[in-house]
């Protein structure tokens, strides 16, 4: 095997012409990788995105090969998968206002070049669901929001098109999913390359708790930071500590580290319906 890519959570290795997709326990906020890992985060993301790509697969295909011909030393957190060439957007769909949308929406009162009606607080529900794509950055640098038009300056009419319809469908998709599990899917990121053949095809990960907002549906009441289960516990944890992004990252504390693991096992665990061996 052959180190390809080293990110802040996934590592890529070739492998007899193939990608082997590893998910580290590392754990990266506001794009800095912190140095304390996140035990079974790596797994538990793994697991979580190949039964998203299940769910998916008849909507989009995906990049997975086997999730078991691995390397024994990245079983249970690794991935076979398809070589893409990756589109060079983040393809986000939010559902609801918050986190950087919030800011955008409060200073323009549009997200990604989207207009908004007045009068949305943070948590609100958007009259329908909207596609913010953002330009993808280097480890260490800020994704930076990017409106439509410059996704179909960049990518072309029709592909961005294709992007916008693909993203919000599978966001509908897993909205209609968490909901019945009693989780409201605020937003989410999804990532898409062109394969082999030039198909459209969905890599890296899917609606797991580093790239989504996940919310208790009970306890959801817009017009305050929602209680989640996914990486905003650690992101809140990093402001109330008075750390600076710009500082070097400190280490996390025993208990945090704990709580942000049980939260991503109560993600797995409700989306799925299955325990957490």
């Known amino acids: 095997m052959r180190l ?3 990110g802040k959570v996934r590592d890529l290795y070739e492998d007899r012409g193939d990608i082997i997709l590893v998910a580290s326990d590392r754990v990266s906020i506001y794009d800095v990788i912190m140095p304390t890992p996140i035990p ?11 039964w998203w790509f299940d769910q998916l697969r008849d909507l989009v295909p995906n990049h ?8 024994e030393e ?12 990756i589109i060079p957007v983040e393809c986000v769909a939010r559902g609801y206002l918050t986190g950087n949308g919030l800011k955008e929406y409060e200073k323009s009162g549009a997200v990604s070049g989207v207009e908004l009606p007045p009068g949305l607080v943070d948590g609100s529900a958007l009259p329908t669901p909207i596609f913010t794509p953002s330009a993808k950055a280097a480890v260490g640098e800020h994704d930076e ?14 592909r961005a098109a294709e992007l916008e319809d693909l993203t919000l469908r599978a966001y509908e998709l897993g909205q209609e999913h968490c909901e019945e599990a009693g989780i409201i899917l605020a937003d989410t990121k ?11 095809t969905l890599g890296d990960e899917a609606l797991t708790p580093d790239s989504s907002r996940f919310w208790p549906l009970e306890s959801w009441k817009p017009g305050a930071r929602q209680p989640s289960y996914d990486k905003q516990y650690l992101r809140d944890w990093g402001v109330a500590s008075g750390w600076d ?25 409700r989306i799925t319906g299955e325990t957490w061996a």
């Open 4 to 6: 390809v890519h080293s």
């Open 40 to 50: 079974d985060k790596g797994a538990i993301l793994t697991a979580l995105s190949l």
């Open 64 to 71: 997975v090969i086997s999730a078991t011909d691995v390397p």
């Open 74 to 85: 990245f079983a249970g957190r690794a991935i076979r998968c398809k070589r893409l060439e």
């Open 145 to 158: 929001p990017i409106t439509y038009e410059q996704v179909e300056a960049l990518l072309g009419e029709d």
């Open 190 to 200: 999804f990532e898409f390359g062109l394969d082999a053949s030039g198909t459209l």
């Open 245 to 269: 992004p710009a500082d070097p990252a400190p280490e996390i504390p025993a208990e945090v580290v704990e709580k942000t693991r049980e939260l991503y096992i109560t993600a797995y665990e």
